[in-house]
């Protein structure tokens, strides 16, 4: 009741939850309660949670921020969500998001800009910018986004949260809408570290209906320690000294490695030298995946069909023209260009490669060393509307969130300090693949 009550005070403004399930929220929470009242309650009984509207929920809207899916509703429940549920949470709504979760921003939403609860006049980062805003106003505890190249970590950067996305195939992705197939990421939003380790050991592991996902089994994730060992940890100078960081970024990675130096542990200073890369080759590999990916909306079996069409062609073309926003429009584009006959060595191919190079060389460093440190993002959050028509700006927003995810490696956002107008910047952690317990144990070290 207290965080239906916080959404009814903010969510007007804020614009976090397309959907509030008030009384199936309260229905479910009798449930839990007569559970616990007997002893029998989930692990996340009590546990309120909101869900990106990425996932699928059996009988509830699916809409991934388009006019496209209009009306449509799910005919199953996403792996990460039904284990949620099978613990015994609490869901209470779906979170807007970017359209089909392309954007850093939060503003390529059919269902309108999300507002950062900090300043209204601020954007809350995106894709997962309703996930990240239902956690900073205490909407929700906990809410699943989802990261294909910085989707969780960058806005919670932007709101002074928690946002983790682990390993590739960590987590299943039956039921997470396609973006970017071998990118994208179930990830974990909260206010502690703690709250994500718990969540992540509840929805990580082998699953039937996702053959990507892994089967290593799941550590006691809650139960990771504080780190209190020797550590070291590698940080880029070309990044730390990139000319798009904000000053209030770089001053806030430096208390970091003020904090690390003076405990005595060791910063191994290198240049990255595929940073000029990671941005073209995420944007050439992630547009080729979602044209394929999104070629299934055609007006024909999901959501929204045109109603001027004229035959079979014209309905496929109308009901995509008119039920794609702009930027997804313009990435289905770019990824049929790379992919096309005459182009697709020169880009797609050349981009795979590179992506090998990029995962090759971030590998390499664990072989010595525990962590990687850097900026989240090059600033904090920025003004609704200010990147307006520039998609190269806005791109350059993921500049330092695409490396984890090219190389598949975990990686978490945590809170570090603000800028001198109050708005939150985060510090960012990558870990080694499937090594989370000792990321999560790092982090609550740092923080
Ligand atoms: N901002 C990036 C993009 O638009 C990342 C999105 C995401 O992680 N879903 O592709």
């Not at 207290?2 to 199936?24: C, D, F, M, R, S």
């Not at 995509?320 to 005459?342: C, D, N, P, Q, T």
């Amino acid at each position: 009741k207290g965080y239906l009550a916080n959404i009814e005070k903010k969510n007007k403004t804020l614009n976090a939850l397309t959907e509030v399930y008030e009384q199936e929220a309260l229905a479910q929470a009798a449930i839990v309660q007569e559970k616990i009242n007997k002893g029998n309650a989930g692990r996340l009984a009590g546990m309120v949670v909101t869900i990106k509207d990425v996932y699928c929920h059996e009988g509830h809207f699916l809409h991934c921020g388009s006019k496209i899916l209009e009306g449509f509703k799910s005919q199953f429940t996403a792996t990460p969500i039904q284990r949620l549920l099978d613990e015994d949470a609490i869901i209470i709504g779906r979170n807007n998001c970017d359209e089909f979760a392309m954007g850093s921003s939060n503003e390529n939403s059919y269902f309108g800009p999300v507002k950062n609860a900090a300043n209204e006049n601020k954007v809350p980062g995106g894709s997962s910018g309703g996930s990240a805003v239902a956690v900073q106003s205490d909407m929700c505890l906990v809410s699943i986004g989802s990261d294909t190249g910085g989707s969780v970590r960058q806005p919670a950067s932007f709101c002074g949260i928690i946002g983790f996305k682990p390993s590739y195939g960590r987590i299943s992705r039956h039921g997470l809408t396609a973006y970017a197939s071998s990118f994208d990421c179930v990830g974990i939003l909260s206010q502690s570290v703690e709250d994500s380790a718990l969540v992540l050991e509840i929805i990580a592991g082998a699953d039937e209906y996702d053959h990507t996902v892994s089967h290593l089994s799941v550590p006691a994730y809650s139960k990771a320690p504080t780190w209190s060992g020797t550590f070291s940890v590698v940080s880029f100078d070309n990044i730390n000294t990139h000319k798009a960081l904000n000053p209030a970024v770089q001053s806030s990675v430096n208390k970091v490695f003020d904090k690390i130096e003076s405990s005595g542990n060791k910063i191994q200073k290198l240049n990255f030298d595929y940073l000029n890369y990671v941005l073209p080759t995420y944007y050439i590999l992630t547009t080729a995946e979602a044209s394929a990916n999104l070629s299934r909306f055609d007006g024909v079996r999901y959501g929204y069909r045109s109603s001027s069409a004229k035959d079979l062609e014209s309905m496929y073309k109308k009901s995509r023209s008119e039920g794609f926003g702009e930027e997804v429009i313009k990435r289905i584009l770019l990824g049929a260009y790379v992919l096309s006959e005459g182009f697709y060595d020169a880009y797609y191919t050349k981009a795979q490669k590179v992506r090998r190079l990029i995962r090759d060389e971030m590998k390499k460093l664990f072989e010595t060393n525990d962590f990687i440190i850097m900026p989240t993002a090059p600033t904090p959050a920025f003004d609704l509307n200010s990147h307006d028509r520039d998609p190269l700006q806005m791109y350059l927003e993921d500049i330092f969130t695409v490396q984890a995810s090219l190389a598949g490696l975990p990686s978490i956002s945590i809170p570090n300090g603000t800028d001198e107008h109050g708005m939150p910047i985060g510090i960012q952690i990558i870990g080694n693949s499937f090594e989370e317990e000792k990321l999560l144990s790092f982090s609550k070290y740092l923080q």
